[in-house]
């Protein structure tokens, strides 16, 4: 089963930038899914951007315009480009994926299957 570890997470201004990176053990799925998702303390995980297979993006209505996700296939590695961060972006941060595609449930916690083990992001006024 593949594996994914996050990492480029830390600490950043309000209004600032930050790339944070998935890297994945093996990449051999002709279909698949894989997403960023936020969780913030009591609060369930929140999808936040998703990339199919084919590229087809997903993003959440709060991130849109701020966020970019892109794969890159030959380093197997996801990324997030989080631009003019503000503080309710903050929040532990994962990547998850799925063997399968389905555009209507692709922000979907329950959608996902393997999760990697988060990467912290705070906001500093």
């Known amino acids: 089963q593949v594996q994914l570890l996050e990492s480029g997470g830390g600490s950043v201004q309000a209004g600032g930038s930050l790339r944070l990176s998935c890297g994945l053990s093996e990449f051999a799925y002709d279909v698949f899914s894989l997403a960023w998702f936020r969780q913030t303390q009591g609060n369930e995980r929140e999808g936040l951007a998703a990339?199919?297979?084919?590229?087809?993006?997903k993003y959440v209505d709060s991130v849109k315009g701020r966020f970019a996700i892109s794969l890159d296939n030959a380093k197997n590695k996801l990324y997030l480009k989080m631009n003019n961060i503000q503080s309710e972006d903050a929040g532990e941060y994962y990547c998850?994926?799925?063997?399968?595609?389905?555009?209507?449930?692709?922000?979907?916690?329950?959608?996902?299957?393997?999760w990697g083990q988060g990467t912290q992001v705070t906001v500093s006024s």
């Open positions: 990339i199919s297979y084919s590229g087809t993006t």
């Open positions: 998850a994926t799925k063997r399968a595609v389905s555009y209507d449930y692709m922000l979907r916690r329950e959608f996902y299957d393997t």
